[in-house]
Structures are given as C-alpha cells and as structure tokens.
C-alpha cells in the first residue's frame, strides 16, 4: 500500500515545495524556541508531528517524505555517521550515498535549517535523528555550493 501524508499541514507543506527547497526534520530535542542556542528565525514554518515519545520516528517521517515527495538529497551533520549510524545507514541506503552531504553539526548546520522551508519535529529521541531533505526531481544534481553558500544559478 502506498503511503498517505494525512497530516494536512504537512501535506500542504509537501504539495507546495518546489526544487532546491529544502525541509528540515527535527529530533525531538531539536530546540525551536526564543530559549534555545540557536533558536529558530520566524521566517521558516515550524509544524510539530510528535504524538508520543519516539513517535513518529526520524526513519518514519523521512520514508514517507521521500515516498510521496520529491526528494533527492538530504544533509546531515558531520557527526551522525558516528552518533547514529543507524538513520545515517538508512538514508544512505534511501537516498544514495552519492545524495547524502555532511556540513559541520554549529554553526553551519542551524543556519541552513533557518533558510529550509519548514521545520517538521518529529518525537524521535535518537541522537542526531535529524536531516535537511532536499527537494528536486530527476534533473541535474543540485549543486551543494549553491546550497551552502547561497550562490544564484548566475553567478555561478
């Protein structure tokens, strides 16, 4: 059976992302708030899934997303290959080695989580059970220093 968003924001979210956009799945313990040490800017979407503790889960969210979206690439922090081997292996096998991109865990990595088109927190505790999804669609590869450095097609 083929998976359904039945979230309507999310779905909302997922109809409405186009190329080169990008959604950040959050962790549980990903902190959103004014409080938290990198606190997250008000010009990015904040949708909270978590039902329960652990639930839905980072591999959950993210199979799902990839399923019924047009994702191509995600990007991890350059510690959870080490930290959680477990959802790193499960996006190297969902994506593609050659798809999956590590950025350095603070700062880098909270600042392209400010510029992604929403946050989606899911209840996953695990450590590092977060990944930035690309989106795109079978076309050229989106090239990363574009993503990291805010660089326009141009100029490039």
């Given at each position: 059976?083929?998976?359904?968003?039945?979230?309507?924001?999310?779905?909302?979210?997922?109809?409405?992302?186009?190329?080169g956009?990008?959604?950040?799945?959050?962790?549980?313990?990903s902190?959103?708030?004014?409080?938290a040490?990198?606190?997250?800017?008000s010009?990015?979407?904040y949708?909270?899934l978590?039902?329960?503790?652990?639930?839905?889960?980072f591999?959950?969210?993210?199979?799902?997303?990839?399923?019924?979206?047009?994702?191509e690439?995600?990007?991890?922090?350059?510690?959870?290959?080490?930290?959680?081997?477990k959802?790193?292996?499960?996006l190297?096998e969902?994506?593609g080695?050659?798809?999956?991109h590590e950025?350095?865990?603070?700062?880098?990595y909270?600042?392209?989580r400010?510029?992604?088109?929403?946050?989606i927190?899911t209840?996953?505790?695990?450590?590092h059970?977060?990944a930035?999804?690309?989106a795109?669609?079978?076309?050229?590869?989106i090239?990363?220093?574009?993503?990291?450095?805010?660089i326009?097609?141009?100029?490039a």
């Amino acid at each position: 059976m083929k998976k359904r968003i039945l979230n309507k924001r999310l779905a909302a979210i997922v109809a409405s992302i186009r190329h080169g956009e990008m959604l950040f799945i959050a962790d549980a313990g990903s902190g959103t708030s004014s409080k938290a040490l990198y606190p997250l800017t008000s010009d990015v979407e904040y949708l909270e899934l978590a039902a329960v503790t652990g639930s839905p889960s980072f591999q959950d969210v993210v199979s799902t997303l990839v399923e019924v979206g047009d994702f191509e690439g995600a990007i991890v922090t350059d510690v959870m290959k080490t930290l959680n081997c477990k959802d790193y292996s499960f996006l190297l096998e969902l994506l593609g080695k050659e798809n999956i991109h590590e950025m350095n865990y603070i700062p880098e990595y909270y600042e392209m989580r400010d510029r992604c088109k929403a946050v989606i927190q899911t209840g996953d505790y695990g450590i590092h059970a977060q990944a930035i999804l690309i989106a795109g669609y079978p076309s050229d590869d989106i090239p990363m220093d574009w993503l990291k450095n805010g660089i326009k097609r141009n100029e490039a």
